[in-house]
């Protein structure tokens, strides 16, 4: 999941429609990014839910499209909400979004599915659909192929040009200036021949996370950030220095589909990520302080 704020609409599925009513007119995966993520998310299978929450409250998609045109989003997100429920029969919560990188991220919970879609699956076949459900809702990691493939075919969909917000790329921090940090490695790791911007994230709202991505790389716009909870004294240098290692390899080392499914990291990745000096140093840090990062 990006730290940019995509443009969405949250929404959930309403109870199925009564006989006589109005009918409904008729993955973290990631297609462009590659990012560093510590986690401690929960697999375990949820329970079904017999009641679908009935509610459903957002910010428009595209703020300039007209009013029908929102009218005719709004349905088709909700039929594909409730599509994905009675699929995997437990609540959806869908954000439907315009990213450029991040396609499709998800949360599970005990009792429900939040989940982040790109708008292209608005007009997703039932196949596609239902890898959707098999990957986020059931955790089987083999219907990525399905999601990627999908994905690639749907490329012209993706927007190209930047929100404005997403432009501003501050790499000073209050204790960390990143630009100095990846001269530095790129000096004395890659001969300078990594070439990309790097800055700041925008910090996300707080609220209580299970999981945090520490910084990712776009491959469309070269463009390298790293999340604000590292910009703080308690996070030593070489812990923010070793994502920012990882983040630059990634320029290396694109996403491969050799083996049916989307590699983030291939061997040649991790071969050379363990080059760094203070590598398993990091790793420990990461794991003894997740607490922390997750706290923001």
């Known amino acids: 999941m990006s730290s940019l704020p995509p443009q969405q609409m949250h929404l959930f599925p309403r109870s199925p429609v009564r006989e006589g009513a109005a009918s409904l007119p008729t993955r973290t995966r990631a297609a462009e990014s590659s990012n560093r993520l510590a986690t401690a998310l929960r697999e375990e299978e949820v329970p079904v839910a017999e009641n679908f929450h009935q509610e459903a409250a957002a910010r428009d998609l595209w703020s300039h499209v007209s009013v029908a045109t929102r009218e005719e989003l709004w349905a088709r997100a909700e039929a594909l909400a409730f599509r994905l ?11 439907v979004t315009d990213n450029r990188s991040t396609m499709v991220s998800f949360r599970r919970s ?7 879609l790109h708008h292209m699956f608005l007009d997703a076949p039932e196949p596609v659909v239902r890898a959707v459900a098999d990957y986020a809702g059931r955790g089987n990691r083999l219907a990525g192929g399905v999601l990627d493939d999908y994905i690639r075919g749907q490329q012209p969909r993706i927007r190209q040009e930047r929100h404005a917000a997403e432009a501003d790329l501050e790499p000073r921090g209050r204790c960390f200036d990143l630009q100095v940090l990846f001269d530095q490695l790129n000096c004395t790791w890659f001969q300078g021949s990594i ?13 209580r996370r299970k999981s945090i991505r520490l910084g990712v790389y776009d491959h469309q716009t070269r463009e390298i950030r790293i999340h604000p909870a590292l910009d703080r004294p308690e996070v030593p240098s070489y812990f923010v220095e070793f994502i920012i290692f990882h983040e630059m390899l990634h320029q290396l080392f694109p996403s491969s589909n050799g083996t049916g499914r989307r590699v983030h990291h291939p061997r040649a990745f991790r071969d050379r990520e363990k080059a760094f000096p203070l590598y398993a140093a990091a790793l420990r840090w990461e794991r003894e302080n997740l607490n922390l990062l997750l706290r923001g």
């Open 85 to 95: 429920s009675s699929e995997l029969r437990m609540p959806v919560r869908l954000a």
């Open 110 to 116: 005990a009792h429900s599915l939040q989940l982040r």
């Open 195 to 207: 070439q990309a911007r790097i800055g700041w994230g925008r910090m996300p709202p707080r609220r």
